[in-house]
């Protein structure tokens, strides 16, 4: 099944504490983007990636990184988190060469930070 | 940047009444996504508008996009329970791999 997988589905972590969320597509996708949604918010960009070692910031990237050294993955990092992470976060993956299908998104990763 | 307006902010309808969801851009839309979301969990691709009046369905779904307002409208006939949930609408970039700018989202209940 063509699928976006995220994990863990809910994670729970203290201050400064380093977490990795991962994402892997199996759709051969080369575009791939992290969202994260907060109430009244709506969805925002952390990072996207346009090919393998290929990324960029989006519009809220401050506290996160990420990398893409395989085309399937592309892992979400908080080297430090701070309560104001705490976020449901997504992420996607997109066809080459056009958007009408715009994005596929995994299942969401809800992450609080105390 | 691009942004997106969606109304209601919420919605509660009893079901089978018909309902409809309005998204309009502050820029020139190229293309427009609705996409609908359970609550807490991941977004479904329902459908993509791209020329001016077209129209589309899905199931009992039906979308409009209107070039000139710069809106779409997304409308529900017969509303059932397992419509219940968040309806987002994004707009696809004018090109390139920019990235799509999202709705704030409706929440929709269905009161069986």
């Known amino acids: 099944e063509a699928q976006v997988t995220q994990n863990p589905r809910y994670l729970i972590t203290v201050t400064g504490k380093k977490l990795t969320v991962t994402c892997s597509q199996n759709m051969n996708h080369e575009y791939m983007s992290w969202y994260r949604q907060d109430p009244g918010l709506g969805l925002r960009q952390i990072y996207y990636s346009m090919n393998v070692e290929v990324t960029d910031k989006g519009d809220v990237p401050e506290g996160y990184k990420v990398s893409r050294k395989e085309k399937r993955n592309f892992p979400l990092i908080l080297e430090s988190p701070s309560p104001n992470q705490t976020s449901l976060y997504f992420c996607?993956?997109?066809?080459?060469?056009?958007?009408?299908?715009?994005?596929?998104f995994g299942s969401g990763t809800r992450l609080t930070v105390v | 940047s691009q942004e997106l307006e969606q109304s209601p902010q919420s919605l509660i309808v009893q079901e089978g009444k018909n309902l409809t969801i309005n998204c309009t851009s502050s820029?020139?839309?190229?293309?427009l996504y609705w996409y609908k979301q359970k609550y807490g969990e991941g977004l479904i691709f329902l459908m993509m508008?791209?020329?001016?009046?077209e129209e589309k369905s899905h199931e009992k779904i039906t979308a409009k996009l209107d070039e000139k307002k710069q809106q779409s409208s997304l409308h529900i006939t017969a509303s059932q329970p397992s419509h219940a949930g968040i309806y987002l609408c994004g707009a696809a970039p004018s090109g390139g791999y920019q990235k799509v700018t999202f709705g704030t989202g409706t929440k929709l209940q269905v009161i069986p």
């Open positions: 996607a993956s997109k066809i080459t060469g056009g958007w009408y299908y715009g994005y596929t």
């Open positions: 820029k020139t839309l190229y293309g």
């Open positions: 508008l791209q020329k001016g009046g």
